[in-house]
C-alpha cells in the first residue's frame, strides 16, 4: 500500500518554480530517499507533505485521502534546523509536542519518559533545554518526532549534529520502526546513509526529479564501470590513460571510472601487465551512489542558484 | 471537542501555564501594585517642591496710587512697593538683584493694561497669577468708582466654590468628577502600559519560536492561525490574570481596609456607635470612592477596552514578529505602531480636561486610540450610550480585521529567512 503518492506536484514562489511537476510514491514499511543538492526542492516538498504549505498545482494524498490537517497528527517531522524552547523543561517540551500531535498529557508524559530511557537520557527530564548540549539537544528533538508513533516520519539530515555511536543507536530506531510497520522519508546529503537505510530514493535537481528507483536497481543500471586496482611497482601505465575519471589515486591504490573511455577494462589490465606492473587486485565494481549523486547533478547543471 | 479547538486549547494552556510560572510575572503582579504607589506618590512629592520655588520677589511701582499697598498686603512674600525710577528697577533686574517689577500706570483704568518686565520666562501660571490679583483690586477700583459703598462690593466679590452632585436613579450620589478624572487618567495610562508590555510578549515570543526554528516542528502540527491565536489569546490571559488579581486586591482593600483603618483611629470608650470622628468620615470617603469605581461600569469598560486593545495590537504585533529574523531587525516595523499606541497618551489631557469636546468625541472613537482615550472618558463623564455602543462595534470589527491581516502575514513569515522585510513586503504577503 502506498502510504504517500505525489502526483504532478508544482509549487512557485514568485517566479520560481521550486517544485516542478514531482510525482512519485512510497510504500508502507520501508525507507524512502529523497535527496538532491541544496536548494533542490527538498525542503519545499517536504513541507508540502506536512502540509506546512499547499501546493500550487498537482495532488498530494496520505494514507489513501487528500492530505489535511488532520493527517499532521499521524507524521513525524524532524526538519534540517533544528530548535527547541531554550527555557522550559525536556519533559515539558515533549509533552507540549506530543499533546500539539493529538496525545493527551499523560500519555505524552508516558511516553516521553519511555523514550529518555530507551535513549539514554533518563535524567535529563527536570533539565532545561539551554543546559544540555548540542548532541543532547539533538536527541531530545529526535525524541519529539517520533513520541506519538507516527505512521510516517519525515528525517531531513537527521544525523547531522550526532557522534557515531549516537548516530547508530539513531540507525538502529529507524530500522526498528521500519520493521514495525512504520514508513520513514530520508532526506540526506550523506550518501552512505541512504546505501545503507533506503530502498527507494527520488533524486531531485532544480525542482525535477532526475533519478529515481530501487537503489540497487539504480546501482546496478549505472553499470560495472567502476574500477578498484591495487598493485605493486610502477604506476606508468596510470599516465597512458585518458578519458579516465580517477577518483582515488595513491601509490598503489587507485579508483577510477571508465565512462565512455577509450579503453575496456581487459585493455587496462593488459597494460598494466606489459608495464611491469605487479596487479594484486582488480576489480570492477557498482559506482557508489554517491559517484551517481555527483554524475547525475552535473549533467543537469549543478547547485541551484 | 473537534481537533482544532484543542490544538489552540493545547497552544493556549502552554503560552499561559509557562508565562505565569515565570518569576517576573510573579514579582511583577505582586510588587506591581507596590510600584504604582511609589510612582505615584513621587510624582505627588515632585509636584509640591515644584509649588514652592514658584515663587519670585517682584517690585511694585504703583503711579496709580490706589491700590498698591493692598496688592503688597495679599501677597507679601511676592510683592514689595517701589519708589525707585523706571530706569534703576530695569537696571535692578539686568543685574539679577530683583526678579522683576511691575508698574500700575496712572491709566491703568482707561487702558486696562498693567506691565511686568522680567528677565524673561517665568511661566504662564506666574503672569496668571499676577493678573488676577491686579484685575481683583482694579475691579474694586472701578465699583467704587461706580459709586457703590464697601458692603455691596464684598457681596459682588465673594467667591463660590462649586460642588458637584450627580443625579442617578438610585438618587442624588456624592460625584467624584475630579477624583474619576484623575481614575480615568491613570486606567487609560495602565492600558497603554499593558498593550505594550503584553504586545512584545506576543511579538518577542513570536520570534522566539522563528529564530530558535521551532516555528517548523509547531507549524507540521497545526495551522498557522491556531498557533498565531493560541499565543495571543494565552499571553492576553495573562494580562487579564495580573489585572483581575490587582482588582480582587483592591476589593479586599475597599472593604476589609476600611474597618481595619477605622480600628486603628476609634476611641471605642468615648465613641457612641454609630458616630465617627472627621478622621474616619474622611477614610469613609476615600474608600466610597473606591467602592463607587468597582460598583460601576467604569470596571467593565477598563476590561472591554483593555482586552479588545491587547487583542488589536498584539495580532499586529505576532505578524511583525514573523516576519523578522531576530529582535533587533523588528524596531523598525514596530516603529509605526508603536506610534499608534503613542499618539492618544499626547491626547489624554485634553480628553481627560474636556471629555465631552468634539475633539474628544472623535479621537475616542478611532479605533486605534479607542482603547486609552475611550477608558478617560468613560471615567471622567457620562459617555451617551450610543457613543460606546459604536465604540464597542468599531473594536470588535477592528480587532477582526487586524487577525485577518495578522494571519496571512504571520503564515507566510513564520517560513521566511534571511532577508528583512519592508512594510512593502508585508503588504504583498496580505495579498498572497
Known sequence: MSVLVLDNVVKSFGNFKAVDRISFEVEQGTVFGVLGPNGAGKTTTIRMITNILIPDEGEIQLFGEPVNPVHQNRIGYLPEERGLY?????????????QLKGLTRSFAQKAANQWLFNMDAKDWGNKKIQELSKGMQQKVQFISTILHSPDLLILDEPFSGFDPINVEILKKIILDLKDSGKTILLSTHVMEQVEQ????????????IILEGNVRKIKRNFGRDYVLMEFEGSDSFLDDLHNVKFINRTKNRVEFRLNNADYTANQILQNAIDKKAEVIRFELVEPS???IFIDVVQKTGGENE | MSENTSKIMTIIKHEYITKVKTKGFIIGTILGPLAIVIVIGAVIVVTMLSMDTGIKKIAVLDRFGKFGSQLVASDTAR?????????ELKDQVRNEEIDGF???PEDILENNTATVYTRGGGGIGFIESIESSVEHFSRIERLKNAGLNTDVIDIVEKGINIETEKVTEEGVQKDHTEA????GYILGFAIYMFMFIYGSFVSRGVIEEKANRIIEVIASSAKPFEIMMGKVVGIGLVGLTQVLFWILLMFVLAFAGQPLLNSFISEPAIMTPGMMTPEQMEIQAQFGMVKDFLGSGILIGFLFYFLSGYFVYSTIFAAIGSAVDQEQDAQQLMMPVSMLIIIPMLFISVVMTNPDSTVSV???LVPFFTPILMIVRVAATQVPFWQVALSVVLMIGTFFACIWVASRIYRVGILMYGKKPSIKDLIKWVRL
Not at chain 1, 523543561?89 to 506530543?98: A, D, W
Not at chain 1, 537505510?197 to 525535477?208: A, M, P
Not at chain 2, 510683592?79 to 530706569?87: F, P, Q
Open chain 2, 102 to 104: 511691575l508698574i500700575l
Open chain 1, 86 to 98: 531554550k527555557k522550559i523543561k525536556v519533559i515539558e517540551q515533549l509533552i507540549y509536542f506530543g
Open chain 2, 180 to 183: 474619576f478624572a484623575v481614575l
Open chain 1, 289 to 291: 551512489l554517491n559517484e
Open chain 1, 197 to 208: 537505510l533506503c530502498d527507494n530514493i527520488v533524486l531531485i535537481n532544480k525542482g525535477k
Open chain 2, 79 to 87: 510683592y514689595y512697593l517701589t519708589d525707585l525710577k523706571e530706569s
Open chain 2, 362 to 364: 472623535i479621537l475616542s
